[in-house]
């Protein structure tokens, strides 16, 4: 599995393609473009690399990860999959832009249609990511690991030298603490993370040297 990373908007998210380098096929996960030469640069990876794209993934419903859903959503035919305890949050959408005074035009409910749980496995060819629910900084948010190119991908839940903040709806640093612990910290040293935001880093590092464990 192979993965590239496209930091976009005004809150430098990290929206990540994933694809399986024999089959073509592949994933967006967390679209956050908001302008045209955003959608533009993954569009044009996308074709220069020859892929089709057959799944679009959510970490979390945050207005930040979610700003590219009904572009990537239309362009290329897919469904938003994310886990159902975020639904409201997509719900909610106007009121989270709202609170960060974003000057966009206002966003439409964003509605989960295939609900990921802990477990599920998303396939691309015969290489697979698995779903590991990590509440905590919102109440859905997933990881997605990759044991065999030994990557994963955390939203919003570990930072390269941090991790969620939790003062948003349904944040609880209590619980965010103990996915981390129990979800991303069980897997193994050497899997690289790949953040929401920010540099990507390594489990191991992030045991060592993460100051909030
Ligand atoms: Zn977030």
Redesign the pocket.
């Known amino acids: 599995m192979k993965i590239a990373c496209f930091p976009v908007n005004m809150f430098e998210v990290n929206t990540y393609v994933v694809w399986n380098e024999n089959s073509h096929e592949a994933a967006i996960i967390d679209p956050g473009m908001s302008k045209p030469s955003e959608q533009n640069r993954i569009n044009e990876f996308i074709s220069g690399h020859h892929l089709s794209v057959v799944a679009l993934i959510n970490t979390?419903l945050?207005i930040?990860?979610t700003l590219g859903n009904d572009y990537v959503s239309q362009h290329y035919n897919v469904k938003t999959q994310a886990n159902n305890a975020d639904a409201p949050l997509g719900i909610m959408r106007s009121e989270q832009a709202a609170r960060f005074h974003l000057r966009i035009p206002e966003p439409t409910p964003l509605h989960i249609e295939h609900n990921l749980e802990n477990g599920n496995r998303i396939y691309l060819g015969n290489e697979y990511l698995i779903v590991l629910t990590v509440p905590g900084?919102?109440p859905g948010s997933i990881a997605l690991y990759s044991p065999e190119s030994k990557f994963v991908i955390t939203g919003?839940a570990l930072f390269n030298g941090s991790i969620?903040r939790t003062d948003l709806f349904g944040g609880n640093q209590e619980i965010l603490l103990d996915s981390i612990r129990k979800k991303l910290f069980s897997l193994p040293d050497d899997t690289k993370v790949y953040p929401?935001h920010g540099p990507s880093t390594t489990i191991g590092r992030e045991k060592m040297f993460n100051p909030f464990f």
Do not use: L, T, V
Request: glycine share 22%.
């Open positions: 979390h945050h930040d990860h900084h919102s919003d969620g929401g």
